[in-house]
């Protein structure tokens, strides 16, 4: 018996799908069904954005002149679409396709946002070459060098658009709007990737990543394991760019930092880590990574478990030869390794507890070393763990689509247009107590991520209304 499938728009326009079971392997039952909403699904499409046309047309300014009708084809989730649409001309001489600009479908790039943000996604975790195998993401057939652009395309906007926010920010004095989240404490975690590379000159090169979480929250199951809250990432993607200024915009994009008390800042004994320390201010309290610190314990001692919960503490009440030190180079540099580190070794509540921002300790405070982790799941499974090598520009591009995808955010980038990039501009009405609050700008640094800076001080005190020229 045969199934009849009817689209109905009007009295006079349907479109009638037979579907003969019968014809096919009962076996096949899925897939046919899956074709056969495929099918469906491309003559909504169609009816919807002939619909969307047409209302585009009828609402067009009269400024803007109709030249014709120009066809494209369009790749999506579904199958490949054949559209028509009018191209129109302004009074510039400028060309427009407003059915374009109104879906914001990017020009000369055939993936629909829904299908590029789909294949982008899939790429931070799977191959070009396995993501061209799935055919879960569209019944057309995508090559790996689609996908390759694709990714390309969308990271080297965003890293476009970060390195203009950059320039506002420290060259200019303006940054878009600050988020709205609200947290007394924020915990980063920061760590280094090396990769191997190909058509470079070097041989191996370094992707400074980091992740910045809220606090804890625990797991509804028997077993005691947290999930980190309003977990953000950061992949550094242009050199140029110091780290920590870099991720500073992105706690802006996220939090209001004015509300920010104290910043955790862990990982290894890296430069770049510790130099994050004088980037952020009297506020920012480092710990060195749990991980390198035990593994160097167990290494040059026998009780090397106990003494690392100890140095953990600060309070090492014996000599650490009373721990048992093993024979050997290799503990013996482990040794070398602890004793440097003894006090940078403290757990940050121990060391935030002996200064005035003790309060701050959330009562479910706990330690750090979420980052090994993070950085495996997100990036080493991905660029590292499988033998691949990386130009350094690739690396970059795969580091930053890994991040926005992390964060939610993969789909901006994916569309026509980058987000709005709205500034706020440094004012010269700073004095002015009659201007419009609304309306009057101030100083980005006053309230940003380096609030603390004693320059930063100096200058809100110039700029407060109190402050009296001599």
Not at 37 to 53: H, N, P, Q
Not at 88 to 107: C, I, K, N, T, V
Not at 185 to 202: F, I, K, M, N, P
Not at 380 to 394: Q, V, Y
Request: charged share 35%.
């Amino acid at each position: 018996m045969a199934i009849r499938i009817i689209i109905e728009e009007d009295a006079e326009r349907q479109v009638e799908m037979t579907l003969e079971p019968e014809h096919h392997d009962d076996k096949e039952w899925e897939e046919v069904c899956y074709q056969l909403g495929c099918a469906v699904a491309m003559e909504i499409a169609k009816r919807w954005l002939f619909s969307i046309e047409e209302r585009l047309y009828q609402e067009h300014p009269k400024s803007i002149e109709v030249e014709g009708f120009r066809e494209r084809a369009r790749e999506t989730r579904f199958g490949k679409l054949d559209i028509q649409r009018r191209l129109y001309r302004d009074d510039q001489g400028e060309y427009h396709f407003l059915l374009d600009e109104h879906l914001s479908w990017p020009a000369y790039r055939r993936a629909t946002p829904d299908l590029t943000e789909s294949l982008v996604d899939s790429s931070t975790r799977a191959s070009f070459r396995e993501v061209t195998r799935d055919e879960k993401y569209s019944t057309v057939t995508v090559s790996r060098s689609t996908v390759h652009r694709l990714v390309q395309e969308v990271a080297k906007t965003a890293i476009r658009v970060e390195r203009k926010e950059w320039e506002a920010c420290f060259e200019e004095g303006s940054l878009p709007p600050s988020g709205s989240g609200k947290a007394s404490v924020l915990y980063t975690e920061a760590d280094g990737l090396w990769l191997h590379t190909q058509r470079e000159s070097q041989k191996h090169c370094e992707l400074k990543n980091a992740i910045t979480y809220e606090g804890w929250e625990r797991l509804p199951q028997k077993e005691e394991r947290y999930r980190l809250v309003n977990k953000k990432v950061y992949c550094q993607s242009d050199s140029s760019i110091p780290f920590w200024e870099g991720i500073g915009l992105l706690w802006h994009k996220y939090w209001d930092l004015a509300y920010t008390d104290l910043i955790v800042l862990g990982g290894d004994d890296s430069e770049w880590i510790d130099s994050g320390v004088d980037e952020l201010g009297s506020s920012c309290i480092r710990q060195l990574s749990g991980f390198h610190l035990a593994r160097s314990c167990r290494r040059g001692w026998e009780k090397g478990k106990e003494l690392y919960d100890v140095i953990r503490c600060g309070d090492i009440q014996h000599t650490l030869g009373d721990y048992g030190e093993r024979e050997g180079k290799t503990a013996q540099k482990a040794r070398e390794y602890v004793v440097k580190r003894l006090e940078k070794g403290r757990d940050w509540r121990k060391k935030v507890s002996d200064t005035a921002l003790a309060s701050k300790i959330p009562e479910d405070a706990r330690g750090l070393g979420a980052i090994e982790g993070n950085e495996f799941h997100l990036f080493a499974d991905r660029m590292k763990d499988r033998g691949m090598s990386w130009t350094i520009a690739g690396a970059r591009h795969m580091g930053k689509v890994i991040e926005l995808a992390a964060n939610g955010d993969l789909k901006r980038w994916c569309g026509r247009n980058p987000p709005d990039e709205q500034k706020q501009c440094l004012s010269f009405d700073l004095f002015d107590s009659q201007a419009d609050p609304e309306n009057r700008a101030g100083i980005p640094a006053l309230e940003g991520p380096h609030a603390s800076r004693h320059w930063v001080k100096v200058v809100k005190d110039l700029t407060s209304a109190s402050y009296r020229l001599l």
